[in-house]
T-cell receptor
Framework: AQTVTQSQPEMSVQEAETVTLSCTYDTSESDYYLFWYKQPPSRQMILVIRQEAYKQQNATENRFSVNFQKAAKSFSLKISDSQLGDAAMYFCALMNNNDMRFGAGTRLTVKP | KAGVTQTPRYLIKTRGQQVTLSCSPISGHRSVSWYQQTPGQGLQFLFEHFSETQRNKGNFPGRFSGRQFSNSRSEMNVSTLELGDSALYLC?????????????FGPGTRLLVL
């Protein structure tokens, strides 16, 4: 069975600072995809960033980047220059063999 | 391009009733997936349809069913509603055959079962 663990239920960051959200996962497959989704109070899930397991290079999308450690099965999200609009629930997700699993989420608060 | 739309946005039902939720994917997307989100269980995958065929199903009872039409619009039906079915139901669409493609989520339907 595939599992995704987000060990930080809540995180807080000062505006303009950097924060890292943790995610670990477990899968027996070698080919899979990892995602970070953001869910603001509007409840709509928004894709933040995606990483293919076969790619060694860490994905980057503007202020968002990941630290993908395949051997350690770790997939952390770094948000640089945090903005008030980054405040949301962040979900880490693992997809493989058409099965998708989500972590429990991390609630990020951004302080002005 | 319009995003994924879901109707209705909010719904109140009583135990034992049935409900049908609708999802219209982004134009050109042929894969539609459904998810249930609750405070206790988090986000869970329900099922996925591609070209009117259900390809994948999560670990949910048979009361949860879905179908997809030729225009890729999808409906989810829950029969004999239980209190525990109260949740936010999200649908997501993607272009390609595989769930590994990027999914775009709708705003969700909030279902309350009394």
């Amino acid at each position: 069975a595939q599992t995704v663990t987000q060990s930080q239920p809540e995180m807080s960051v000062q505006e303009a600072e950097t924060v890292t959200l943790s995610c670990t996962y477990d899968t027996s497959e070698s080919d899979y995809y990892l995602f970070w989704y953001k869910q603001p109070p509007s409840r709509q899930m928004i894709l933040v960033i995606r990483q293919e397991a076969y790619k060694q290079q860490n994905a980057t999308e503007n202020r968002f980047s990941v630290n993908f450690q395949k051997a350690a099965k770790s997939f952390s999200l770094k948000i640089s220059d945090s903005q008030l609009g980054d405040a949301a629930m962040y979900f880490c997700a693992l997809m493989n063999n058409n099965d998708m699993r989500f972590g429990a989420g991390t609630r990020l608060t951004v302080k002005p | 391009k319009a995003g994924v739309t879901q109707t209705p946005r909010y719904l109140i039902k009583t135990r034992g009733q049935q409900v049908t939720l609708s999802c219209s994917p982004i134009s050109g997307h042929r894969s539609v997936s459904w998810y249930q989100q609750t405070p206790g269980q988090g986000l869970q995958f329900l099922f996925e349809h591609f070209s009117e065929t259900q390809r994948n199903k999560g670990n949910f009872p048979g009361r949860f069913s879905g179908r997809q039409f030729s225009n890729s619009r999808s409906e989810m039906n829950v029969s004999t509603l239980e209190l525990g079915d109260s949740a936010l139901y999200l649908c997501a669409s993607s272009l390609a055959y595989s769930l590994q493609e990027t999914q775009y989520f709708g705003p969700g339907t909030r279902l309350l079962v009394l």
